[in-house]
């Protein structure tokens, strides 16, 4: 018996999986994708993605939960083992770069279900971590701005969203969104421009 459940339990685990996959690649090539068409792709029934998520919401939610994890990965990754602070900040930024276009898409579609404010407390993990970054880098004169370290990472987080968006509507390139992004980043946080170039030219090679 034990075995039978547990061979359940894979077969539904992954299902999800490949729902989540689908639905992934569904909602970026059509964000207004139904749970139908998501359940076709996936060479599901119906009845089997609503066993896993009860509604669209749910789903999309469950996808930024995702996206949300893998970009907190990926920022993380990126600053370990920098010790200057200008340094660590674009290396992380680039770091999200390289994912984030996978999940652009998407925030534009959560902001329809999921909210700003939902988005945000997602994104609280990765904010903190920037907040002590940032502070750190004020406190030795790195950087140089007007804003507490708090908000400024909040500046900084609705810069990249901004940045995300800014792609989504055709008015940057994928390609060049990431560097664009990194050093208006640093910019904000009181880095010369042309510093703030230089570095991220050399981090970019």
């Given at each position: 018996?034990?075995?039978?459940?547990?061979?359940?339990?894979?077969?539904?685990?992954?299902?999800?999986?490949?729902?989540?996959?689908?639905?992934?690649?569904?909602?970026?090539?059509?964000?207004?994708?139904?749970?139908d068409q998501i359940?076709?792709?996936?060479?599901?029934?119906?009845?089997?993605?609503?066993?896993?998520?009860?509604?669209?919401?749910?789903?999309?939610?469950?996808?930024?939960?995702?996206?949300v994890a893998a970009?907190?990965?990926?920022?993380?990754?990126?600053?370990?083992?920098?010790?200057?602070?200008?340094?660590?900040?674009?290396?992380?930024?680039?770091?999200?770069?390289?994912?984030?276009?996978?999940?652009?898409?998407?925030?534009?579609?959560?902001?329809?279900?999921?909210?700003?404010?939902?988005?945000r407390e997602r994104?609280?993990?990765?904010?903190?971590?920037?907040?002590?970054?940032?502070?750190?880098?004020?406190?030795?004169?790195?950087?140089?701005?007007?804003?507490?370290?708090?908000?400024?990472?909040?500046?900084?987080?609705?810069?990249?969203?901004?940045?995300?968006?800014?792609?989504?509507?055709?008015?940057?390139?994928?390609?060049?969104?990431?560097?664009?992004?990194?050093?208006?980043?640093?910019?904000?946080?009181?880095?010369?421009?042309?510093?703030?170039?230089?570095?991220?030219?050399?981090?970019?090679?």
């Amino acid at each position: 018996m034990a075995s039978m459940t547990t061979g359940n339990t894979s077969r539904a685990d992954a299902n999800r999986r490949r729902i989540l996959d689908v639905a992934l690649a569904e909602l970026l090539r059509d964000p207004d994708a139904s749970m139908d068409q998501i359940a076709r792709a996936a060479g599901v029934v119906r009845r089997t993605v609503y066993g896993h998520f009860p509604n669209r919401e749910a789903l999309i939610s469950t996808l930024v939960d995702e996206a949300v994890a893998a970009l907190s990965a990926a920022h993380t990754a990126g600053r370990e083992g920098v010790r200057d602070p200008a340094e660590a900040v674009a290396r992380s930024v680039l770091a999200v770069w390289e994912i984030a276009d996978r999940y652009r898409l998407l925030v534009a579609l959560a902001q329809r279900t999921v909210t700003m404010q939902g988005i945000r407390e997602r994104l609280a993990p990765v904010r903190e971590e920037s907040v002590r970054l940032l502070r750190r880098g004020l406190d030795e004169g790195v950087f140089s701005s007007p804003l507490p370290a708090p908000a400024l990472a909040y500046v900084h987080e609705q810069t990249l969203i901004a940045v995300l968006e800014a792609v989504n509507d055709g008015l940057l390139t994928a390609r060049e969104a990431g560097r664009c992004a990194a050093v208006t980043v640093l910019t904000a946080a009181g880095v010369p421009a042309s510093m703030a170039t230089e570095l991220v030219a050399k981090l970019n090679d």
